[in-house]
C-alpha cells in the first residue's frame, strides 16, 4: 500500500538554527498538509497545500514556518530560526481524489528536539 | 470555536466490545474520522463518516450523528494489540482547496488480559 515518507525520523538542533522536515506523499495525491504534535497534546494542523501554495494555515504558522513543493514529489516544512517551543512530533499528511472525499493519510512523521 | 470531547482514558477485557464515544461543537463540518495512535508512532487511518448512521470496517466499526455533534467508534473482538490512543477528527472546510482536520486529545484504551 502506498505510503507517505518523512526524513529524518528524528532531528535534534540548536535553537535559533534553521531546519526542514521533508515529505513524500503518496504520488498522485493532491492536497497537503503539515501538523505537529507536542509530546502529551493533541495533533494540530500547521498548514495546507494546493496547487502549488498555501491553502490554509493555522495562527501556529508564523513568519518563522515556510513550505515548498520544489520538485514532483517532495513536501518540505522549513523552520527558519528554531524555537524550544517548536520541539514537538510533525507529521506530514496527504490527501487524494475529489475535494474532500478521502482521507488524509500520515506519515511516520519526525521528531524534532530543539535544545 | 471549535470543540471535540472525547473521554481521556477507558479499560476494557481482550475479547469484549468496547464503544469510545466523541461529540463536537465545529463549524464547516464535512467529516468525522477516526485515527489509531500507537505512542510515539502516526496516526492511522479506521473509518470516516460524512452522513448519518453506521459505517463497519471488520472489527471497527464508526457511527455519526450530525443533527447531535455526535460520534462512536465500535471497536469489537478486542485483541491486546488494540491498546492505543484513539483519535477522533472533524474535517472542516474554509471555502479554500484543502479540508484540515481538528484533532480531540484522543482516548487512551488499555486492552487487559
Known amino acids: 500500500e502506498p505510503e507517505v515518507t518523512q526524513t529524518p525520523s528524528h532531528q535534534v538542533t540548536q535553537m535559533g538554527q534553521e531546519v526542514i522536515l521533508r515529505c513524500v506523499p503518496i504520488?498522485?495525491?493532491?492536497?497537503f498538509y503539515w501538523y505537529r504534535q507536542i509530546l502529551g497534546q493533541k495533533v494540530e494542523f500547521l498548514v495546507s497545500?494546493?496547487?502549488?501554495?498555501?491553502?490554509?494555515k493555522s495562527e501556529i504558522f508564523d513568519d518563522q514556518f515556510s513550505v515548498e513543493r520544489p520538485d514532483g514529489s517532495n513536501f518540505t516544512l522549513k523552520i527558519r530560526s528554531t524555537k524550544l517551543e517548536d520541539s514537538a512530533m510533525y507529521f506530514c499528511?496527504?490527501?487524494?481524489?475529489?475535494?474532500?472525499?478521502?482521507?488524509?493519510?500520515f506519515g511516520d512523521g519526525t521528531r524534532l528536539s530543539i535544545l | 470555536g471549535q470543540n471535540i470531547d472525547q473521554p481521556t482514558e477507558m479499560t476494557a477485557t481482550e475479547g469484549a466490545i468496547v464503544q469510545i464515544n466523541c461529540t463536537y461543537q465545529?463549524?464547516?463540518?464535512?467529516?468525522l474520522f477516526w485515527y489509531q495512535q500507537h505512542a510515539g508512532e502516526a496516526p492511522t487511518f479506521l473509518s470516516y463518516?460524512?452522513?448519518?448512521g453506521l459505517e463497519e470496517k471488520g472489527r471497527f466499526s464508526s457511527f455519526l450523528s450530525r443533527s447531535k455533534g455526535y460520534s462512536y467508534l465500535l471497536l469489537k473482538e478486542l485483541q491486546m494489540k488494540d491498546s492505543a490512543s484513539y483519535l477522533c477528527?472533524?474535517?472542516?472546510?474554509?471555502?479554500?482547496?484543502?479540508?484540515?482536520?481538528?484533532f480531540g486529545t484522543g482516548t487512551l484504551l488499555a486492552v487487559q488480559p
Open positions: 499528511a496527504s490527501e487524494g481524489g475529489f475535494y474532500g472525499q478521502q482521507p488524509q493519510h
Open positions: 504520488s498522485n495525491h493532491l492536497y
Open positions: 497545500f494546493y496547487n502549488n501554495e498555501i491553502s490554509e
Open positions: 465545529t463549524s464547516g463540518f464535512n467529516g
Open positions: 463518516n460524512v452522513l448519518d
Open positions: 477528527a472533524v474535517r472542516v472546510v474554509n471555502g479554500g482547496a484543502t479540508n484540515k482536520l481538528i
